[in-house]
C-alpha cells in the first residue's frame, strides 16, 4: 500500500503561480510512475503532467509551456508540479499519482481555484 501525501493548492488569481509537492512514504522502493492528474466540476479525471521511470514526461496539451514536472532524483518518491500563468480552467481538484508494482495508488486530492 502507497499513501501519497499532497502539498500546495489553494486560490490564486489568474496568470499567477503555485506548486503542488508529493511525496510517498520513504520505505517504498521501485515507483514507476508518478505525477498528477485533475478532475473540474462535472468533467473526469484527468492527466496533467507524469514522469516516467525513464524520465520522459508527459503533458496534457492544455497546460504544455506553463506547468513543470520535476521528480527528486535521490529518493525518487517526490514530485514537485510548478504551475505558472494559471487560467480558470486551470481550477480543479489535483489529484497525485504513483505507479507502484503495476498497481496505481492517488492522493485524497487538493483543490485548485483560479478566479480574479
Known amino acids: 500500500q502507497v499513501q501519497l501525501e499532497e502539498f500546495g493548492g489553494g486560490w490564486v488569481h489568474p496568470g499567477g503561480s503555485l506548486t503542488l509537492s508529493c511525496e510517498a512514504p520513504?520505505?517504498?522502493?521501485?515507483?514507476?510512475?508518478m505525477g498528477w492528474y485533475r478532475q473540474a466540476p462535472g468533467k473526469q479525471r484527468g492527466l496533467v503532467a507524469v514522469?516516467?521511470?525513464?524520465?520522459?514526461?508527459?503533458y496534457v496539451d492544455s497546460v504544455k509551456g506553463r506547468f513543470s514536472l520535476l521528480r527528486d532524483s535521490i529518493t525518487r518518491n517526490t514530485v514537485h508540479l510548478q504551475m505558472d500563468s494559471l487560467e480558470p480552467e486551470d481550477t480543479a481538484v489535483y489529484y497525485c499519482?504513483?505507479?507502484?508494482?503495476?498497481?496505481?495508488?492517488w492522493g485524497k486530492g487538493t483543490l485548485v481555484t483560479v478566479s480574479s
Open positions: 520513504a520505505h517504498v522502493f521501485g515507483i514507476t510512475a
Open positions: 514522469v516516467g521511470d525513464d524520465g520522459r514526461t508527459r
Open positions: 499519482y504513483a505507479n507502484w508494482d503495476g498497481v496505481a495508488y
